[in-house]
């Protein structure tokens, strides 16, 4: 019968073929080896599936940003009656109304729709970038300000 003798056919040049598949096989297992294109090659580079989160501080990370860069504005009857000194804070900020724009200065929980947040990162919906005419904040202390406020605006 003609699928029978296919069959034989088959199973033959499999037969055939097997060293050659052997050796193809090897040839390819060395090259991922050399290339470093393993899955235990990449591994170190995986990112850390349970990262020990990172507690902001009030007092020890955003106070001194305050103090650094807005206090000279934000004082007594600061400018937008906003007041950054530490006496102040973070009572000036948490779930207070904007004096000039729609919203709270600070929604714990919330970075993005915090008027403070949203005017440290220059958006087009709070005015003027803060600090008023200076050099934005660097990333690494508008991301402490935004941990802050995403992990609920704590007074720690
Ligand atoms: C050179 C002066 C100056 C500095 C420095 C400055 N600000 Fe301001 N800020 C202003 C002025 C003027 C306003 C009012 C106009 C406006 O809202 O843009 C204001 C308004 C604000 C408001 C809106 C307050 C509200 O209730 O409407 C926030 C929030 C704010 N500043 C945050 C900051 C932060 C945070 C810093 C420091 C990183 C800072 N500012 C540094 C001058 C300054």
Redesign the pocket.
């Known amino acids: 019968m003609a699928t029978k003798r296919g069959a034989r056919a088959v199973a033959r040049e499999v037969a055939d073929l097997r060293p050659l598949g052997w050796s193809a096989l090897a040839a390819v297992l060395a090259l991922l080896a050399l290339s470093g294109c393993s899955d235990e090659g990449a591994e170190p580079m995986a990112p850390d599936p349970d990262p020990e989160p990172v507690v902001v501080s009030f007092a020890a990370d955003i106070q001194p ?2 103090d650094a ?2 206090v ?3 004082g007594a009857g600061g ?4 007041d ?1 000194r530490a006496s102040a804070t973070p009572g000036s900020l948490v779930n207070v109304a ?4 729609a919203g709270s ?1 600070v929604v714990p929980g919330d970075p993005h729709v915090s ?2 947040y949203l ?2 990162e220059g958006d087009a919906s709070t ?2 970038r ?5 050099a934005a ?1 660097s990333p690494a202390l508008r991301t402490l300000i935004h941990d802050w406020i995403e992990q609920g605006a704590p007074d720690n």
């Not at 904007?98 to 724009?101: E, K, L, M, R, V």
């Not at 803060?130 to 200076?134: A, E, L, Q, V």
């Open positions: 940003i305050f860069n807005c000279g504005c934000h400018s937008g009656g906003l950054l904007a004096s000039g724009y200065r008027v403070l005017k440290i005015g003027a803060m600090p008023f005419g200076g904040l």
